[in-house]
């Protein structure tokens, strides 16, 4: 199944400049299958290696940095005669073996004339536990869930992938009913690799099957991986996040955890989920104006959880209600949709906030910050667009600033002096900005 970042992998292998590449991402979102298939593809061998558990590996890092020794010993282990330029050298679970992770900057300084590239599932709650890093010896690439493009290639669309991402407004909204189903069908199967393909090729019933077995995956590497005395609150918070969105107010709340709940009890439970990628955190800007670091409050925030598929499954969402149906849209006061937005903003990396006033009458849904501007964007789970949070920040209180927003919804698009306006559907709209 084709990931756009592959895109990324090609300029990696052929930069004159090319460092050891680091590809992070939550596990089970597909790093390690789309790191093979590129070196099937691009590269004359493939020397896979799992540092997971693996006392072998460990023993040809514990020695000496000496990149030939090392590469020696690699390609014994490997059976794969590790040659430059023409060998992709794997490494998966990189962070399960520190002096591999550390090797990565002798490779770059020593050796720069082999390929490698290493992933790693939970590289930032290693890093956070001590683990050192070879700042400025590698590029990062980060791999999330299949986004709705890739969605649409997976199932056979490219077609429809190729008029969604022309300028051709007129193609595009002739086609509305379509693209309205095949993201009801999105909505269900979200981005998790192993949903998707269970999607084509056996349908939806085996879909939740895949996401409930995902859940209970991630629940174990709680219990494996987290201290044991913080594994209560990361359950608690995880469980929580599906009713924290469902308020009207979706700023995360600690008395929704237990009554009197505090920061300080929670904080950790909270940056534990953030490093192992399962959940993104959307601080709160006082004002639109870049940077918008400068204006941001870390204390208040949202909470979203990395697939909108893996959401329906813990909320026992009913197939039928998300496929056939606009519920899916509205449900939950549009929290799936504003979920749905987030998670095909993400693999963007601009950085992304939410505003809202002291008194909670004006609230953005999400504020990105483009090389060029600062984009309020709204979040409408229907055709009734009706709302005066955008309007009022934009065209009222701040005129000064020259804002254009962004909402998406689902009526066709139109594009105002104050605001654009595109369908559901064509979120990839963010990219052009």
């Not at 940077?291 to 941001?296: G, I, N, S």
């Not at 999400?366 to 789970?381: C, G, L």
Request: aromatic share 12%; glycine share 6%; hydrophobic share 40%.
């Amino acid at each position: 199944m084709k990931r756009l970042l592959y895109n990324d992998l090609l300029k990696w292998k052929l930069s004159k400049n090319r460092k050891p590449l680091i590809l992070n991402g939550a596990r089970q979102v597909g790093k390690t299958y789309l790191l093979k298939n590129f070196g099937k593809n691009e590269y004359g061998n493939v020397a896979y290696i799992s540092c997971d558990s693996n006392d072998k590996v460990a023993a040809i890092f514990n020695g000496d940095f000496d990149v030939q020794r090392i590469i020696l010993e690699l390609s014994a282990y490997s059976k794969i005669d590790i040659k430059p330029e023409t060998t992709l050298i794997v490494l998966d679970e990189i962070q399960e073996c520190n002096r591999a992770l550390n090797s990565l900057k002798y490779f770059c300084e020593d050796a720069p004339q082999y390929h490698i590239a290493v992933a790693g599932s939970l590289l930032g709650l290693s890093l956070h536990s001590g683990a050192s890093f070879p700042v400025g010896k590698v590029e990062t690439l980060n791999l999330y869930p299949f986004s709705f493009d890739e969605f649409l290639l997976a199932t056979g669309n490219e077609i429809l992938y190729n008029v969604l991402n022309s300028e051709n407004k007129k193609s595009i909204e002739g086609l509305h009913d379509t693209c309205v189903d095949l993201l009801r069908k999105y909505y269900f199967v979200g981005g998790m690799p192993a949903a998707v393909k269970a999607f084509v090729e056996e349908g939806p019933n085996e879909v939740r099957k895949i996401q409930k077995q995902i859940l209970s995956d991630y629940q174990h590497d709680f219990s494996k991986h987290a201290p044991s005395s913080e594994v209560p609150r990361i359950n608690k918070v995880w469980e929580s996040i599906p009713g924290q969105l469902a308020k009207e107010n979706k700023k995360f709340a600690y008395s929704q955890l237990k009554k009197g709940g505090r920061a300080s009890e929670f904080e950790m439970a909270i940056e534990w989920l953030v490093d192992a990628g399962l959940v993104y955190k959307v601080n709160r800007v006082t004002t639109l104006q870049k940077p918008l670091k400068f204006y941001e409050e870390s204390s208040v925030f949202k909470l979203f959880m990395l697939d909108i598929g893996l959401m329906h499954a813990m909320t026992d969402s009913s197939i039928i209600d998300i496929i056939s149906g606009d519920s899916c849209f509205k449900e939950f006061k549009g929290a799936y949709t504003e979920l749905f937005i987030f998670s095909q903003m993400m693999p963007y990396g601009m950085p992304i906030y939410y505003h809202s006033s002291n008194d909670s009458k004006v609230e953005i849904d999400f504020v990105v910050q483009t090389p060029h501007r600062v984009v309020p964007v709204e979040v409408k789970a229907e055709e009734n667009v009706k709302s005066k949070s955008l309007r009022t920040y934009v065209v009222d209180q701040h005129p000064d600033l020259h804002l254009k927003g962004l909402r998406f919804s689902m009526k066709p698009y139109i594009d105002q002096d104050w605001m654009e306006n595109y369908p559901l559907y064509m979120v990839n709209a963010i990219r052009r900005m």
